[in-house]
């Protein structure tokens, strides 16, 4: 199993709509969440962090947690053409008990296609 | 504020040749991550460094080596170059402060390629 999953898609979305990608990861451990955006031949940009279950939102995009279930989720309201991208869903150790490790460990990401 | 330079953004090896690849973090940033992209793999964890010290370490054979200097720069070094070596190696610097989370910036990339 690995430790963090995502279906790669390809995730095609009407303009407009709402795009939701999900993510699970496999150590209860986790504390701390991130999705980055990937733009083809770029390099990955962090569009949302989460650390407490529940949402968070941030202009179109809310990121939603649920540590019971292991999952993690994004959703991109009023979906445009620029987000097509491919999402990766990073998960990180215990802020508190892992001070300093800075890995994250990325799921292979979703490709999400935006269609006008 | 410049963001994380890595040198150089490309660069085509043979096989058993040896590759070196420099990082910059954002000014003030002391953590500096490497990770290894491919399409089949995704990104891969290859080493963390903070204040001169390897504090983490991925899966990655012995092959691949890295090291910081007191300015906070890295190098990542790859020897005995292998075709599956042929990657986009990034590198992403945070400010590794005593509270909260850390977030990665990451650079723009080097593509290797090994003929």
């Known amino acids: 199993q690995k430790e963090v999953e995502q279906n790669s898609g390809p995730l095609s979305v009407p303009e407009g709509a709402i795009a939701s990608l999900n993510c699970t990861y496999s150590d209860r451990g986790s504390q701390s969440f991130f999705w980055y955006r990937q733009y083809s031949g770029k390099s990955p940009e962090l569009i949302m962090s989460i650390y407490s279950n529940g949402d968070k939102e941030d202009g179109r995009f809310t990121a939603q947690l649920n540590k019971a279930s292991q999952y993690v989720s994004l959703l991109i309201r009023d979906s445009q053409p620029s987000d097509s991208a491919t999402y990766l869903c990073a998960v990180k150790g215990g802020v508190w008990s892992n001070f300093g490790n800075e890995k994250l460990t990325f799921g292979t990401g979703t490709r999400l296609t935006i269609i006008p | 504020k410049a963001g994380v330079t890595q040198t150089p953004r490309y660069l085509i090896k043979t096989r058993g040749q040896q590759v070196t690849l420099s990082c910059s973090p954002i000014s003030g940033h002391r953590s500096v991550s490497w990770y290894q992209q491919t399409p089949g793999q995704g990104l891969q964890f290859l080493f963390e460094?903070?204040?001169?010290?390897?504090?983490n370490k991925g899966n990655f054979p012995g092959r691949f080596s890295g090291r910081q200097f007191s300015n906070s720069r890295s190098e990542m070094n790859v020897s005995t170059l292998e075709l599956g070596d042929s990657a986009l190696y990034l590198c992403?610097?945070?400010?590794?402060?005593?509270?909260?989370?850390?977030?990665?910036?990451f650079g723009a990339g080097s593509r290797l390629t090994v003929l």
């Open positions: 460094y903070f204040s001169e010290t390897q504090r």
């Open positions: 992403a610097s945070s400010l590794d402060s005593s509270r909260g989370a850390n977030v990665l910036t």
